[in-house]
T-cell receptor, first 113, second 112 residues
Framework: EAQVTQNPRYLITVTGKKLTVTCSQN?????MSWYRQDPGLGLRQIYY???????DKGDVPEGYKVSRKEKRNFPLILESPSPNQTSLYFC????????????FGPGTRLTVL | TQLLEQSPQFLSIQEGENLTVYCNSS?????LQWYRQEPGEGPVLLVT?????EVKKLKRLTFQFGDARKDSSLHITAAQPGDTGLYLC????????????FGAGTILRVKS
């Protein structure tokens, strides 16, 4: 089954404690992306990757890091989480067709205390 | 300021009613997509429109891309409780590079 998986689905942590949210896709897609979703703001892109070892900033990259060492995996790293990073996070992948149709993971709800 | 403005923000209707959701921008988009998101899940793509004036139908859902490719609408005929969810429009444009921009969404609730 074609899918994007994220782990964990739910995470409660404290300020400053480094964490990683994993993302994996099995569709051999070139393009992967991380979004955060906040009420009234819609989905905002954090980082994206056009291919292995190629990453670039989205609209809200501050406080986040990513890496793309393998085509299927695109982890999101919060080196020192803060309460304003409490949000719902989605990983997505896309075949680089130009129409940018995204396949989304199930989401990770993060709470930073 | 949202690059894609969606209206209305909230819509609560009775089963069987018709409704239209709008997605507007001052920018020209090369393509525009509509997604539906249910609680606890990620958005799921409904349709992509790429040609100005294009109309696509998906059962009771009709999607239209404006002639100037700056706006789009989603019309649902005879809404059902299963249509309840968050509807998001998203667009790709040269001026935004390799990024897809999303509207804030329309929350639809269909009561039985």
């Amino acid at each position: 089954e074609a899918q994007v998986t994220q782990n964990p689905r739910y995470l409660i942590t404290v300020t400053g404690k480094k964490l990683t949210v994993t993302c994996s896709q099995n569709m051999n897609h070139e393009y992967m992306s991380w979004y955060r979703q906040d009420p009234g703001l819609g989905l905002r892109q954090i980082y994206y990757s056009m291919n292995v070892e190629v990453t670039d900033k989205g609209d809200v990259p501050e406080g986040y890091k990513v890496s793309r060492k393998e085509k299927r995996n695109f982890p999101l790293i919060l080196e020192s989480p803060s309460p304003n990073q409490t949000s719902l996070y989605f990983c997505a992948s896309s075949q680089f067709t130009g129409a940018w149709e995204q396949f989304f993971g199930p989401g990770t709800r993060l709470t930073v205390l | 300021t949202q690059l894609l403005e969606q209206s209305p923000q909230f819509l609560s209707i009775q089963e069987g009613e018709n409704l239209t959701v709008y997605c507007n921008s001052s920018s020209v988009f090369s393509s525009l997509q509509w997604y539906r998101q249910e609680p606890g899940e990620g958005p799921v793509l409904l349709v992509t429109v790429v040609t100005g004036g294009e109309v696509k139908k998906l059962k009771r859902l009709t999607f239209q891309f404006g002639d100037a490719r700056k706006d789009s609408s989603l019309h649902i005929t005879a809404a059902q409780p299963g249509d309840t969810g968050l509807y998001l429009c998203a667009g790709g444009a040269m001026e935004y590079g390799n990024k897809l921009v999303f509207g804030a969404g329309t929350i639809l609730r269909v009561k039985s």
